[in-house]
DNA sequence: GGTTAGCATGACGTGAACGTCAACGTCAAG
DNA sequence: CTTGACGTTGACGTTCACGTCATGCTAACC
């Protein structure tokens, strides 16, 4: 009795990641995802899934479907190799540093986001009365200095 | 005395931040950039050099032109405007939580691949012996299946 | 004064990642 | 039996973010 693993259509696999056929029959181009056939019929196996869920967070994370091909490529790649594991792990380790810059540049940008949003909630709460009008803007066109400047 | 501020031209901002001129002249093209002109020529002052930095690391955190114009424009919004700057309000809040979702994906990209670079690693170091091929091999397979289904 | 370097403005080209449309096959429902 | 719903393969269109000329001005150097 064969386990019969879960299958999937492509536009059901492309309904449940919010993606459409295209995009899946594009990738399958680009030799990401090469589901298995039934007639002519395109049948995802979860293998498929996992490596489509690996391919929609790389894409989130900003990298390239030729990046993300080559990064799942050396993933799977012949474990005996020990030329081309050399390779892969310092290919993995260079996409580790990029990430780690990456997401300090996002830290960054929450920071001066928040920044923004602190000044504007202050700036909303406060229906500015006149006496204070003049230091306040002053106080605030410092902290905006700050920003730009930095 | 009037304290003549730093300025660049456009060949020097580009060379800075290596990008190209034509990117700089891409940017203001579609509003991000304005700077004065001496004659025919582009004039960067250091507010257009802090818009600058702001622009590229937006860039590297997955935003468009457009999305970092907006942005910007909220960003430098006359402070009058409540309204505007309610508006404002919930487009920087929901950027933030994007970004942290975004966050989110990146710190689960650079685990999976530390988990290869562990298992490439341990791999190169072994010269797997025979009598351990079979459960090292196994072990492996799980691992990978563990990557894999994820 | 010719040449080089740097700047300008078009205008067309390009690669990535699909969208969209045409033309066709297929299978279950009414 | 014909209508939909779903699938297929081309092939062309589109958006974004520039790259790459072509052409021309101008200021500095030899």
Redesign the interface.
């Known amino acids: 009795m064969t386990k019969s693993e879960r299958t999937y259509s492509i536009s059901e696999l492309a309904r449940e990641f919010a993606i459409t056929p295209r995009a899946l029959r594009f990738y399958e181009d680009k030799g990401l995802l090469s589901p298995r056939r039934d007639g002519m019929n395109r049948v995802y196996l ?2 498929d899934r ?2 489509l ?2 391919i929609l ?2 894409k ?3 990298l390239s479907l030729i990046e993300i091909k080559e ?1 799942l490529d050396l ?1 799977n790649a012949d ?1 005996n190799h ?1 030329l081309q ?2 390779l ?2 310092k290919k ?2 260079s ?2 540093v990029a ?2 810059e ?2 300090k ?6 920071e ?3 920044d ?2 602190n000044r ?2 202050k ?2 709460e406060a229906p500015a009365p006149k006496a204070q009008v003049a230091s306040a ?1 002053a106080y ?1 066109r410092e902290a905006r200095k700050r ?4």
């Open positions: 979860s293998r996992a490596r869920v690996l967070r790389g989130r994370v900003g990064i993933y474990e020990r594991n050399h892969a792990l993995f380790k996409r580790v990430l780690e990456q997401r540049d996002i830290d960054d940008a929450i001066t986001l928040r923004a949003v504007l909630e700036q909303l803007r605030d920003l730009q400047d930095a």
